[in-house]
T-cell receptor, first 112, second 113 residues
């Protein structure tokens, strides 16, 4: 079974802090994704990566960056956290287009 | 601009009855659709999918229907069980080479005993 592990379930950070969210998958998947989930808005794509060191912007990349130095690991970085980045962050991986995404359990980030 | 829409934020259904969840899309180029189920404090899990060459796909208690002319799909759960209480997301891959999933806003299903 595919396992996608997010390093933290809950995080509380202060405005202006730099925040790192880590994600690791164990199925050698090419594609990895970061989504955020907000009530009434569903899941919105922040960034995705289709290969090591490759990244593409999703629908809402502003205020975020990503890093993929190894195939199994995809990190989301909030350069200077703001209160409107309080959300549930979900990492996912997949084999390729039209393959189901496998999600981690999410990180609930609160920025105060 | 949201291309996948779920206009019912919530649905309450009695155990044993049918749950019908609706999803509309605006991009006629979409050719594959997926449903995900999400419990609180867990990530979404893949439930069922349908290709545009079909109008129906069934997996146990779950059936997805696709009406391409209406750009509409629905998920039927029969019979509904308390464990089906969750948020259900409809999704479609974008038509570019990446196939990124676009999700609807979700429908919260509550199955009452």
């Amino acid at each position: 079974d595919v396992k996608v592990t997010q390093s933290s379930r809950y995080l509380v950070k202060r405005t202006g802090e730099k925040v790192f969210l880590e994600c690791v998958q164990d199925m050698d998947h090419e594609n990895m994704f970061w989504y955020r989930q907000d009530p009434g808005l569903g899941l919105r794509l922040i960034y995705f990566s289709y290969d090591v060191k490759m990244k593409e912007k999703g629908d809402i990349p502003e205020g975020y960056s990503v890093s993929r130095e190894k195939k199994e690991r995809f990190s989301l970085i909030l350069e200077s956290a703001s209160t409107n980045q309080t959300s549930m962050y979900l990492c996912a991986s997949s084999r390729g287009p039209n393959s189901p995404l496998h999600f981690g359990n999410g990180t609930r980030l609160t920025v105060t | 601009d949201q291309q996948v829409k779920q206009n019912s934020p919530s649905l309450s259904v009695q155990e044993g009855r049918i749950s019908i969840l609706n999803c509309d899309y605006t991009n006629s180029m979409f050719d594959y659709f997926l449903w995900y189920k999400k419990y609180p404090a867990e990530g979404p899990t893949f439930l069922i999918s349908i290709s545009s060459i079909k109008d129906k796909n069934e997996d146990g208690r779950f059936t997805v229907f696709l009406n391409k002319s209406a750009k509409h799909l629905s998920l039927h759960i029969v019979p509904s069980q308390p464990g089906d209480s969750a948020v259900y997301f409809c999704a479609a891959p974008t038509t570019d080479s990446w196939g990124k999933l676009q999700f609807g806003a979700g429908t919260q299903v509550v199955v009452t005993p």
